[in-house]
């Protein structure tokens, strides 16, 4: 076998592991996705905001709570951006590529509306429940 096949197998073999472990990471994100939903949807039934519980890993906290997540349909794009940069004075948190980092308009969105300010209509946002799960110590548990 020549150099260049040997190498172009080894490119074609690290392609094929890399699909399946990617493969494997989006089934066991949804996974944990469906999970955490059926906890946070019991919680909910149940009345409990939080609780504490003994596991495999010993006693845990959990807690569940809400975050803002915010979003702007393609077509309004340029109008978003007059208004941050216009309206809001706040040409800061547009990029140079003349957009906004979901993030960066999450945050900037929350700012607004716990300042009582208004946003546009066409600026959807909704609440995403999360689940935050401590030790013993108050230290998150990322397993």
Partial sequence: MSKERELLEAVFEARDQVAGI?????????????????????????????????????????????????????ENKEELLLWVDEECGRSDLIKTVKSIHHKTLESFVTERIDGGNPVPSYVKTYFQPMLKIVDAHGKAIKK
Avoid at 42 to 65: C, L, W, Y
């Fill in 22 to 74: 990617s493969n494997q990471l989006g089934a066991a994100t949804e996974g944990l996705k469906n999970a955490e939903t059926s906890l946070i949807e019991h919680m909910n039934d149940v009345g409990k905001p939080s609780f504490k519980q003994e596991t495999s890993i010993g006693i845990v906290g959990v807690s569940k709570f809400e975050i803002m997540r915010a979003s702007v349909p393609k």
